[in-house]
T-cell receptor, first 116, second 113 residues
């Protein structure tokens, strides 16, 4: 079955360390997204990518970086510059094209990052 | 700018009660509208969608109608079950060429046996 795989499910890091969250999809989707979820705040967009080798900052990109070297993969690095990195991180994708603006997002099961 | 407003939770109901979760939006044109559900520790799953005025999305007993005149997309279910306990998110995708989706803050539903 096609889907989005995020790994690991739980991640623990010490303050000051960079950490990379994995996101892989086999849906052949063009667009991929990273969201951060905090209790009571809904979803906030970190980065998104419409095609390989291209990505755009979302609303809260500071302290994060991404790459999109392959269509299937969109890893997120949480750097030591991110002031409050402890959160639930969700990766999503959709098949996006100029004629599919109504296509829904498909989500992975998330990675819960705890930084102490 | 574009936005989505959902009713505050938590919503607590007894099994077999009628459910309404309100969602209103602000956007130009005719955005696509979505309801997602999130179970504890999981990602969001698409529940239903509507892409034009008066469209009714439905799935698993849940329904929502795209009301352009009131800019609303309220989620309803006639008889909830304990297994419906989750967080529900209303979302929109503008038609203005952006690739962004706008999410509400989510409404937690708790169904008691």
């Amino acid at each position: 079955d096609g889907g989005i795989t995020q790994s690991p499910k739980y991640l623990f890091r010490k303050e000051g360390q960079n950490v990379t969250l994995s996101c892989e999809q086999n849906l052949n989707h063009d667009a991929m997204y990273w969201y951060r979820q905090d209790p009571g705040q809904g979803l906030r967009l970190i980065y998104y990518s419409q095609i390989v080798n291209d990505f755009q900052k979302g609303d809260i990109a500071e302290g994060y970086s991404v790459s999109r070297e392959k269509k299937e993969s969109f890893p997120l690095t949480v750097t030591s510059a991110q002031k409050n990195p402890t959160a639930f991180y969700l990766c999503a994708s959709n098949r996006d094209s100029s004629s599919s603006y109504n296509s829904p997002l498909h989500f992975g099961n998330g990675t819960r990052l705890t930084v102490t | 700018g574009d936005s989505v407003t959902q009713m505050e939770g938590p919503v607590t109901l007894s099994e077999e009660a009628f459910l309404t979760i309100n969602c209103t939006y602000t956007a130009t044109g005719y955005p696509s509208l979505f309801w997602y559900v999130q179970y504890p520790g999981e990602g969001l799953q698409l529940l239903l969608k509507a892409t034009k005025a008066d469209d009714k999305g439905s799935n698993k007993g849940f329904e929502a109608t795209y009301r352009k005149e009131t800019t609303s997309f309220h989620l309803e279910k006639g008889s909830v079950q304990v297994s419906d306990s989750a967080v529900y998110f209303c979302a929109l995708r503008p038609t203005s060429g952006t690739y962004k989706y706008i999410f509400g803050t989510g409404t937690r539903l708790k169904v008691l046996a």
